[in-house]
């Protein structure tokens, strides 16, 4: 992404909203579209009306300020033939906004936010508040493509999707790279280990060496990270790999048992992680202040060799941006690639490799419910356009032949930041999808030679030693009165006991306990009842 704000929110990607505020609208499928595309799109934007369409997405009105000058901006209104108008959001208020929007009957033709698993997400669907997508995109190409992927199948109602999600990732094999743990291999080899870790006993030994080693005499610590809601995406494929999260407290998966299915976090193995969070904080393999940590203090604490290794989200290429660029500083003579790795997929209790499994999406876009028909089509050809390469090399790298070149089927860049030149970009560039450079070798790496590499080989290990676990998705995405409001933290709960001082099987008691008295066996058994009047069972 283009710059740090939306790079963070991508690996985020949990914040906990607020409750809804609803208004009313009218209900309204949509049934039409009509544009074609490709990877090299032919779509071509209806001429014969122009029109405005307004836009709620983060710092659109910086972004769509400059008009007389932004060819970016230019050639979309051109092509399509409208007028953007940027009704403003920021990171700091666009929950609330577009809360308040919707309550009004006010809401944007278009609008960002990251709703899913909220009970507004239901209501605004079953009040009428947006519209719903065509059942069939066949002509809208890339698009059509884009959201064919399972997690998305499954947010359909009746067959109909009713936003278009960010996607982050082209598959779910790439969260393997969402929670990454790097570590001071340089220091592990002077505190004589000779091996890279591939197994949990052999990570937690190299880790207490480095810290009883402290090679360079900092008091170096254990583990750190820069959320503890990170943890649960990092400890459970130790033992149940469904359970973690990401920290909405609402995408928790379902499994079948016994012809019943239930949260996938209640059944298996999980005492098992607990346990060996437990052990890896008494230890001090996971560093004792773990529970104060910041991002940036983590990153910082890494970066002096003060941590022996950080867990982090979006990838092991963000190393580029926390330690990467100021190493040489730090450490003349070193190279950042010799100095630290990217930790191996560890083999579970059950001999499997598991990785991190959260949705391949952050955030989605919304259409208003009072976005007729022909406005709709003009949307979808510009989502579809967007999608595709042409459009996504326009608002990536601007005006091909003047600001990037394709080669041998490459982009190569001649113009290294646009967002100055073309400050829309950093709206377009977002507003259907998070950047592509993280995954797509056919575009520029947004980092040094060398930092996209890691995470390219993070997804291979995952592709090729990894298992994903089956669970049914569309469970996940239900509405119910009692499911809406069951709220599922494991990151939290793991936490809780990983620090405590009784027993793990006496805490794990407890928290089931808990979890029943905030009533889970009312809310599992009205899920299945509304999935058996689904047809789902």
């Known amino acids: ?194 091996k890279e870790p591939e197994t949990w006993e052999e990570f937690s030994d190299m880790m207490t060496k480095i810290i009883q080693a402290d090679p360079e005499g900092k008091k170096i610590a254990g583990l750190t990270t820069t959320a503890t809601s990170l943890l649960d995406g990092f400890l459970f494929t130790y033992s149940l790999p469904l359970a973690m999260s990401d920290g909405s407290g609402s995408d928790y998966k ?44 983590a990153q910082d604490k890494f ?14 290429e963000t190393l580029y941006d926390y330690a990467g660029k100021y190493w040489e500083e730090i450490y003349p003579g070193h190279n950042i690639f010799d100095d630290v790795k990217v930790l191996k997929l560890l083999p579970s209790k059950d001999g499997n490799k598991y990785y991190s499994v959260f949705r391949t999406s952050w955030s989605e876009s919304y259409i208003s419910s009072k976005v007729d028909d022909e406005k709709l089509d003009r949307i979808l050809q510009i989502y579809d356009y967007l999608i595709s390469d042409e459009g996504s090399h326009l608002i990536d790298y601007g005006i091909e032949g003047e600001d990037f070149d394709i080669v041998d089927g490459k982009v190569v860049l001649k113009t290294e930041d646009i967002t100055e030149k073309y400050p829309s970009t950093q709206v377009f560039n977002t507003l259907a999808q998070w950047s592509r450079s993280v995954w797509d070798e056919s575009v520029p790496a947004r980092t040094p030679e060398g930092y996209r590499q890691l995470a390219l080989d993070k997804y291979e290990e995952a592709a090729k030693e990894g298992t994903l676990p089956e669970f049914d998705m569309r469970y996940t995405y239900l509405s119910t009165p009692l499911k809406d409001k069951f709220v599922i933290k494991p990151a939290e709960d793991l936490l809780n006991i990983m620090m405590g001082s009784e027993p793990v099987e006496k805490m794990y008691q407890d928290l089931l306990d808990k979890y029943e008295q905030q009533g889970l066996s009312k809310m599992i058994e009205e899920v299945n009842a509304v999935a058996k009047e689904k047809g789902w069972q």
């Open 303 to 316: 970066l002096q060799g003060q941590s022996a290794a950080i867990l982090r989200a979006g990838g092991p």
């Open 1 to 194: 992404m283009k710059n740090s704000k939306k790079w963070i929110a991508v690996i985020m990607g949990q914040l906990i909203l607020a409750s809804a505020l609803t208004g009313c609208g009218t209900a309204d499928k949509a049934t039409t579209g009509t544009t074609q595309g490709g990877n090299t799109s032919t779509t071509q934007g209806a001429t014969d009306k122009k029109m405005k369409i307004t836009v709620a997405h983060w710092d659109a009105e910086k972004g769509l300020a400059n008009k007389a000058n932004d060819k970016v901006l230019q050639t979309l209104e051109e092509k399509f033939n409208v007028e953007f108008e940027a009704m403003n959001i920021t990171w700091d208020d666009y929950i609330q906004k577009i809360q308040l929007w919707a309550a009004s009957g006010s809401l944007p033709d278009i609008f960002s936010i990251d709703a899913i698993g909220t009970s507004f997400y239901h209501d605004w669907i079953s009040q009428g508040v947006v519209k719903g997508l065509p059942e069939d995109l066949s002509k809208y190409e890339n698009l059509n493509k884009y959201v064919q992927a399972d997690d998305i199948e499954a947010l359909k109602i009746d067959g109909q999707l009713y936003c278009i999600p960010r996607k982050t990732y082209p598959d779910n094999v790439w969260n393997a790279i969402d929670r990454t743990v790097i570590y001071r291999w340089d220091l592990a080899q002077k505190a004589g280990v000779t």
């Open 254 to 297: 379902w499994v079948e048992q016994d012809g019943k299915y239930i949260p996938a976090y209640f059944i298996g193995d999980a005492v098992s992680t607990f346990q060996l969070a437990r052990d890896l904080y008494t230890s001090g393999v996971i560093e004792p202040d773990i529970a104060l940590t910041k991002l940036q203090q």
